[in-house]
């Protein structure tokens, strides 16, 4: 698995579609302050599935990561990140060596993701990159700050981490989605014998 580039369009400094293709070995960005380097990883984290508004520094609103206009530039509707990925090793486990992760948020609130141009749900992305270190609540992004907030984390916090990198979190989230399932399913069951009980 391999990031190959990042096509970013309306998201935060970058209103053109500006496409950022990444060689292999070490890729430095470099840029006077407040050029829009953290944006970049900003865009990753975004395609990937950050929900929280605040962890993209966009004071606690996700209209915030649309690009919000300059004295000269009128501000855009939506914002819109691809993350292109090499997937010729089959770590995704989607049957195509190049995978596109795709967000499109507008204004409006209204959002949508994809894989390879087909729309799919966030949940899908979610679980697509469990395990890999690559998704949203992976290790593969270390922002300003995450150190310290490693450091400083409780241990079943940084548990999670851990259990993300020996690939133990895909299990994890089958276990919790498995256990919700099956208290739905007494739910129900309860309803069930209520509803017979009032029959009999
Ligand atoms: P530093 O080196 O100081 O950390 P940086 O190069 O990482 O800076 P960023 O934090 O990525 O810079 O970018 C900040 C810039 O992005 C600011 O100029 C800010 O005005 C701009 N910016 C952020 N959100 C938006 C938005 N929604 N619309 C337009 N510009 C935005």
Redesign the pocket.
């Known amino acids: 698995m391999f990031l190959k580039a990042l096509e970013i369009h309306g ?3 970058f ?1 053109d579609r500006t496409k950022i293709t990444i060689e292999r070995g070490i890729t430095a ?1 470099v ?12 865009a990753i984290r975004w395609v990937l599935g950050e929900t929280s508004a605040k962890q993209l ?2 004071g606690g609103k996700m209209e ?7 004295q000269s530039r009128n ?1 855009m509707g939506f ?1 819109s990140v691809n993350l292109y990925i090499d997937n010729t090793d089959r770590r995704i486990d989607v049957d195509s060596d190049e995978v596109v992760i795709g967000r499109k948020y507008y204004r409006s609130g209204d959002s949508e993701y994809s894989v390879n141009g087909q729309n799919v749900r966030l949940k899908d992305i979610y679980e697509m990159f469990l395990d890999t270190g690559l998704g949203r609540d992976g290790y593969s992004i270390i922002g ?1 700050g995450r150190i310290a907030v490693i450091v400083g984390a409780k241990s079943n916090e940084r548990r999670e981490i851990f259990e993300e990198a020996s690939g133990i979190a895909k299990y994890r989230y089958r276990k919790n989605e498995a256990e919700r399932r099956l208290a739905s399913a007494e739910d129900n069951l309860v309803r069930l014998r209520d509803i017979l009980g009032e029959l009999e």
């Open positions: 998201f935060k400094s209103p960005v840029g006077p302050n407040g050029s829009g380097k953290s944006n970049i990883s900003d520094r966009g915030n990561v649309i690009f919000g206009g300059t501000a914002a300003q």
